[in-house]
């Protein structure tokens, strides 16, 4: 004879129902872990903007999407939002905007930027509508190698970027800025990408 709970139901039945509670606890734990640890690592991961050298594009705390398969099936583009790895210090994230590709010449004169290559010799000087600022510095000329990219942020008086250290090599590369999800007011697709 089986021993009674307080409200008549057998304790085996009690116990067994826990066993069949926790077996489905932990295939669903299983099976969210199949799911979600291979989206994070190869194909999305969260990026919380930190510092303002991509204002007035985006502001210190807002939350990212970051799409980590479009480089691995392509490359960059000019106009990119791209989050990569400090090519000082690898355990810290920037966030900054691509101007320069592989194989260009990017002159920074004048309060402007210009880029040189194969399509144009004579230089393209670039329209940069999310710039804040109309004056900019430092001034200089760089070039990228194969597999190199030339960034700078959108707040060029207050962003350490390729100006200063140098070009990003690819392999640095995480991701571009997929989703903006906070502040939910400003959530957008693609933020801030520009195409020329």
Sequence with gaps: MDNKTNDGVPVNSKFKKFIADGWDLIKF???????????????AQPFV??????HPTFEDGQYLIVDELSYITGNAERGDVVIFRYPNDTKRFFIKRVIGLPNEKIIVKDDSVTIINKEHPDGLKLTEPYLNEKIFGPTGEYTTKDNEYFVMGDNR?????????????????IGRAYLRLLPLKEMSYLPGEYKQ
Excluded: C, H, T, Y
């Excluded at 903007?49 to 991509?54: K, L, R, Y």
């Design 157 to 173: 008086n207050r962003s350490s970027d390729s100006r200063f250290w140098g070009v990003l090599p690819q392999k640095l590369m």
């Design 29 to 43: 734990a299983v099976m969210a872990l199949v799911i979600v640890i291979p989206i994070r690592l190869w194909i």
């Design 49 to 54: 903007v930190s510092g303002e050298s991509m």
